[in-house]
């Protein structure tokens, strides 16, 4: 299989060889998404780029070939969980597309203290509503409410195309960034043995890199503080194979704790803002003088650099703001977004990639390595990777019935378009 374009820019970045691309053979099954951008693809290559390098970790050359019913349902895994029988709410009310006074806005307001911000924004009581919500909204202009809730925490990303966040200092910032920035920080001996991860990553995105870390065969520890809690059902949902601890970092007592499980630690993935953790001397730079051969990682919502790299952001506020909601949308006029949190699930996948090639880096060659990656520029790479239309363009037919000996499984061509073709013989 040829890794598309998003794919393809990855596997440059994490330097497969091509003999190793090769092992990637076509996927089976299929998507029930319907989506104008090449969503599908951006999947199938992320999860076949994390097998791949778990794969050639462990040694085995074997070829990978992934099934997009699974990577479907892995993707839109919130709407297959079930907890006692009941499906989660993905969504809290305040969360969501609203109308500005002079266009759209999403917000994000799943945890109660971004809810607590939203509303002190907004100006809304406490029991105020989706209606009180609206009328707030409707009078004040997107621009406004977006950065106004970037100075108090809350979470507002305006409805952009892509031509205008391509325009926007973010944008420019962010398609100049490499899709993965992969450093090498300092010498230090190789480590070749051991595989233990501290996560410290919240919601999607870093939980699912280090879940397919523990996959991997980690033994993955996530960590978090007991000052800010996890909505279950989602930790519930990223969780599997990992273990879960609370330490709280500004602790005397926690800190040590903690630095006792540094200095065994192989891997440290982060999942908060740039910036977040320096004042607890987890900057990758920090880490790798206290400990060298670390192999440290993160993801973050808008990247490490440029004037947005502290705001908060969310995969629903990626696409609203990176211009993926309006070409979703269905008139052109209503923002609309893909049918998974794509961005999310990707960026986890390719960053467990990423983890796991510096890994085996480390492993033969010392130093300590560093790898960062953006929902941002995943977007940037997803809205860039092909003509908009050409994924909801795809046809998708039933499988060839026949069963003669030999009988394809599948159709080699399964249609094109109508009258386009030469009226001649091939060959």
Known sequence: MTLLAVGGQVADALGFSAEARELVGEPSGSFPWGAHLPVGSLATDSVALASLAIALLHGDASPVRVDRTRVAASFGSEKALRIHGAAPSAWAPLSGFWRTSDGWVRTHANYPHHERALRRLLGLADDGGTDAATAAIAARTATELEDDAAEIGAIVGRVRSPEAWRQHEQGRVVAAAPIVERRRIGDAAPRPEGFR???????????????????????????????????????????????????????????????????????????????????????????????????????????????????????????????????????????????????????????????????????????????????????????????????????????????????????????????????????
Not at 239 to 256: F, I, N, V
Not at 275 to 297: C, I, N, Q, S
Not at 342 to 350: E, V
Request: charged share 20%.
């Open 197 to 427: 991860v501290l996560d410290l990553t919240r919601v999607i995105a870093g939980p699912i890199a280090t879940r397919d870390l523990a996959l991997a065969g980690a033994d993955v520890l996530r960590i978090d503080s007991p000052a800010l809690p996890e909505t279950g059902w989602i930790h519930l949902d990223t969780g599997q194979g990992k273990r879960s601890t609370l330490l709280d970092l500004r602790r005397a007592d926690d800190h040590a704790t903690f630095e006792r499980l540094l200095s065994r630690a192989h891997v440290v993935v982060t999942g908060y803002r740039p910036g977040a953790l320096a004042r607890f001397g987890l900057e990758p730079e920090d880490l790798a003088a206290r400990h060298p051969g670390l192999v440290t990682a993160s993801v973050s919502a808008w990247g490490a650099d440029g004037p947005w790299a502290a705001r908060r952001g969310f995969d629903s506020i990626v696409q609203a703001v990176s211009g993926i909601a309006m070409v979703e949308s269905s008139d052109g006029e209503t923002p609309g977004a893909l049918p998974v949190q794509a961005l999310d699930h990707a960026t986890g996948h390719f960053l467990a990639a990423g983890i796991v090639r510096a890994l085996d880096a480390q492993r033969r060659e010392g130093g300590s390595i560093d790898i960062r990656m953006s929902l941002a520029r995943t977007a940037h790479a997803l809205l860039t990777s092909a003509d908009p239309a050409t994924e909801a363009a795809a046809l998708v037919t039933a499988p060839p019935p026949l069963a003669f000996p030999g009988a394809p499984e599948h159709y080699a061509v399964v249609g094109g378009e109508w009258g386009a073709d030469e009226a001649d013989w091939l060959g």
